[in-house]
T-cell receptor, first 114, second 115 residues
Framework: DSGVTQTPKHLITATGQRVTLRCSPR?????VYWYQQSLDQGLQFLIH???????AKGNILERFSAQQFPDLHSELNLSSLELGDSALYFC?????????????FGSGTRLTVV | DQQVKQNSPSLSVQEGRISILNCDYTNSMFDYFLWYKKYPAEGPTFLIS?????DKNEDGRFTVFLNKSAKHLSLHIVPSQPGDSAVYFC??????????????FGTGTKLQVIP
């Protein structure tokens, strides 16, 4: 157990639908990062939150949004889903800046859009 | 633009031999490099890292080498064990304003260690 919890582990939904992926960071970590891993692709950075504030955006589609709540858990919302959105979505957390460069990843949510 | 490249999608090595995984990067602002290991159905786990001020870092069977002039790093696993079979991601980090790190990952190399 890495200490980063992602739910659900698996999700199957139809095109056009909306889903919410949840992430609870490791205790003490203030940063949450979301990554997407499609088939045969690397980890594509989506978005970074630090202590409730958005810090950076990567290749995140406008149909996707995220937020980090006061208790530091984060949710990634995916809407108007398309077949190409099928992927593994990972959340990672890290301690405050200037402390460590290491990320701790959750076990991911496998999203299948049919 | 793929700033961190792992050109070998897969690698097979005999148990007991050396595994060498390679990674190239293009962004000269990267100042910290990491390797992550990923088993199926699990998230990536941190393996070993190296700062840009060093050219070698060793941790047990794992050694990372950094060649800044060539913008190249490699991970050596000696001796390789069947349990090392996994996907290995190379990653590079650059400081952003405020000290926040931005980590860019490569596409991964799937290592198979054959008993």
């Amino acid at each position: 157990d890495s200490g980063v919890t992602q739910t659900p582990k698996h999700l199957i939904t139809a095109t056009g639908q909306r889903v919410t992926l949840r992430c609870s960071p490791r205790s003490g970590d203030l940063s949450v990062y979301w990554y997407q891993q499609s088939l045969d692709q690397g980890l594509q950075f989506l978005i970074h939150y630090y202590n409730g504030e958005e810090r950076a955006k990567g290749n995140i589609l406008e149909r996707f949004s995220a937020q980090q709540f006061p208790d530091l858990h984060s949710e990634l919302n995916l809407s108007s889903l398309e077949l190409g959105d099928s992927a593994l979505y990972f959340c990672a957390s890290s301690p405050p800046p200037r402390v460590s460069y290491g990320y701790t990843f959750g076990s991911g949510t496998r999203l299948t859009v049919v | 633009d793929q700033q961190v490249k792992q050109n070998s999608p897969s690698l097979s090595v005999q148990e007991g031999r050396i595994s060498i995984l390679n990674c190239d990067y293009t962004n000269s602002m990267f100042d910290y490099f990491l390797w992550y290991k990923k088993y199926p159905a699990e998230g990536p786990t941190f393996l070993i890292s190296i700062s840009s001020i060093k050219d070698k870092n060793e941790d047990g069977r794992f050694t990372v080498f950094l060649n800044k002039s060539a913008k190249h790093l490699s991970l050596h696993i000696v001796p390789s064990q069947p349990g090392d079979s996994a996907v290995y991601f190379c990653a590079a980090s650059a400081r952003r304003s405020g000290g926040y790190q931005k980590v860019t990952f490569g596409t991964g190399t799937k290592l198979q260690v054959i008993p």
